[in-house]
């Protein structure tokens, strides 16, 4: 390694964007899991569509559908606090329970796993 590589890979770099791992567990295949690691401040409806894994969001991620509603499983401390117009969306989603969010309003600062819902029920993209 040299000294500038060993430079650029300082934990210290205070220009280097944090990553965390998003872990996806999906309702109609309960033995696949997937991994993803995202810049921090990525939502999860953002990581899903840039890795081609389908999670709806038939109103395009703006807090108004509630078709991205994903079901957490572990890190709810990593995601921001829930805003009033997430709560009053979320309460319209299919399967609601108490550690349910939604996908494109929920973003990472630390690794996450989710559980999205079944899709099938959704008409739309
Ligand atoms: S995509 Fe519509 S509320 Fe998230």
């Known amino acids: 390694m040299t000294a500038q590589a060993s430079a650029i890979n300082t934990p210290t770099d205070s220009t280097q964007t944090r990553r965390h791992k998003l872990t996806l567990l999906f309702h109609n295949q309960p033995d696949k899991s997937v991994v993803l690691e995202v810049d921090e401040g990525t939502s999860i409806l953002h990581a899903c569509m840039e890795n081609a894994i389908h999670l709806q969001h038939n109103c395009g991620g703006v807090c ?3 078709t991205c509603h994903v079901i957490v499983k572990k890190g709810m401390e990593n995601l921001p606090e ?3 117009e997430e709560e009053e969306q979320l309460d319209e989603a299919v399967g609601l329970t ?3 969010r939604l996908g494109c ?3 990472l600062y ?3 796993t989710v ?3 079944d899709q099938s029920i959704y008409l739309g993209h």
Do not use: E, N
């Open 98 to 100: 108490l550690s349910s």
């Open 110 to 112: 630390g690794d996450v």
């Open 115 to 117: 559980l999205i819902p």
């Open 64 to 66: 108004a559908c509630s």
């Open 82 to 84: 829930m805003t009033d």
């Open 105 to 107: 309003q929920s973003k």
